[in-house]
């Protein structure tokens, strides 16, 4: 009886409230709570510092604009029983609930072939069982493959509430007001036609500035050169590791963290989900605290560089570096450091980053025109950017130790 009564104080959206009492349970669940020690935005905070909101805040900020979502459509005579509502909020509650610490920057490094968005597959499984075949459906939307296809989208899609909210929210936590979209007004304009989530004409204005939004975020936040660079110095931190424990080195870690540097590969079929559910940013963060006084000079580097924000220059560029630029990298790191080749590839590393707002090939954003004729974004809008948005920006980088410059 009282649980209607709780609610959360957002930053972004005011009070929200719990609207069952599924999603209480699943919110009150120690699976969920996990979500308040993983971050959002990874490592993002060493460039805009107020970046430390987490996975928690997100989850609940995309649960609130489902509601208002499920609400708009409903009004328009979209016909979403109690129980699709009710499946709906669970699934978008959930559907970051696989992320493993300091959120993608450790994507594959840490947990090797398995993805996230499978980890949280089995984590709803998971809660299947404990909650008496209730998510059900919860899965099949996470899925993709429940029959009313407009209600897969609305979790998933070029236009979903997972990215309304964080495009908001991160807009709002950075200080990055170029992400600062409308999602009201956006939801305002929601409708379904033909089994499809549309977006009626008049709101097309909404939608460009929302992928004009996504640009803008990606390049300036999610790929900011030195988030880039905190982030893969990450990921190399966590390799060095294992490969210290491999050969037997002693390291200081938590049971939990230890558990996934010991092992190799990791598979779905066998993975321990409750060990992964003991794992968070604390793990990493007290890990690195105490691996920067290891005996082992390139971890101990590593983890200096890092805690301290004392980054690798990072270099990126539109076309392809000159060939033989990244070995002469490795030949001055190693000359300066007296580092053999392998260990030189700890601090000289090249890559790729793209940029893509919208894909024309993947779940189209669709446009409900007056006259009843439904079409693609691109060919709707009059604003010739869009267009430009389709086609995916490639740039090149390379980061080195700063003592080379």
């Known amino acids: 009886m009282t649980n209607k009564f709780k609610i959360f104080n957002d930053p972004i959206y005011g009070f929200i409230g719990i609207p069952n009492e599924l999603i209480y349970n699943l919110l009150e669940h120690r699976y969920f709570q996990r979500l308040r020690r993983i971050s959002q935005m990874g490592l993002s905070y060493l460039v805009y510092p107020g970046a430390h909101h987490t996975r928690f805040h997100h989850a609940l900020g995309s649960m609130h604009l489902m509601k208002d979502a499920i609400a708009q459509l409903k009004f328009k005579g979209v016909e979403i029983t109690t129980e699709e509502e009710k499946a709906l909020l669970a699934t978008i509650l959930l559907h970051d609930i696989g992320h493993g610490p300091i959120s993608h920057a450790l994507e594959g490094h840490l947990v090797e072939g398995v993805g996230h968005e499978e980890i949280s597959l089995l984590f709803m499984k998971k809660l299947n069982t404990e909650f008496n075949g209730e998510l ?19 979790v998933s899609s070029q236009l979903d509430m997972d990215r309304l909210d964080y495009l908001k929210r991160d807009s709002f936590f950075s200080g990055v007001t170029e992400g ?88 779905t079929i066998d993975f321990d989900l409750d060990a992964f559910a003991k794992l968070d940013d604390i793990d990493i963060m007290m890990a690195i605290k105490e691996w920067q006084y290891h005996d082992d000079k390139i971890l101990s580097s590593l983890c200096k560089m890092l805690i301290n924000r004392k980054l690798p220059k990072v270099k990126i560029k539109k076309k392809p570096f000159e060939e033989g630029a990244y070995e002469a990298k490795l030949l001055e790191v190693m000359k300066l450091f007296n580092f053999n080749e392998d260990e030189a590839k700890y601090f000289v590393i090249e890559g790729t980053i793209g940029n ?23 060919k709707a809008s009059d604003h010739l950017n869009i267009k430009a948005l389709s086609k995916e920006v490639t740039k090149y980088y390379m980061c080195y130790p700063k003592a080379l410059v």
């Open 356 to 378: 893509r707002a919208y894909n024309e090939r993947e779940q189209n954003i669709n446009i409900l025109k007056k006259n009843g004729k439904v079409i693609d974004v691109a």
């Open 180 to 267: 600062n979209i409308s999602s009201q007004r956006l939801l305002s304009m929601l409708n379904v036609r033909n089994d499809e989530l549309v977006v009626e004409e008049k709101g097309i204005y909404s939608v460009e500035k929302f992928l004009m939004a996504r640009r803008f975020m990606y390049w300036q936040v999610y790929l900011h050169k030195t988030s880039l660079v905190a982030e893969l110095l990450l990921g190399k931190i966590i390799k060095r590791a294992k490969f210290l424990i491999s050969e037997g080195t002693e390291l200081k870690c938590s049971s939990s963290l230890m558990y996934f540097l010991r092992k190799d590969t990791f598979a």
């Open 136 to 154: 059900a459906m919860v899965i099949s939307i996470f899925q993709g493959t429940h029959p009313k296809k407009f209600l897969n989208q609305l």
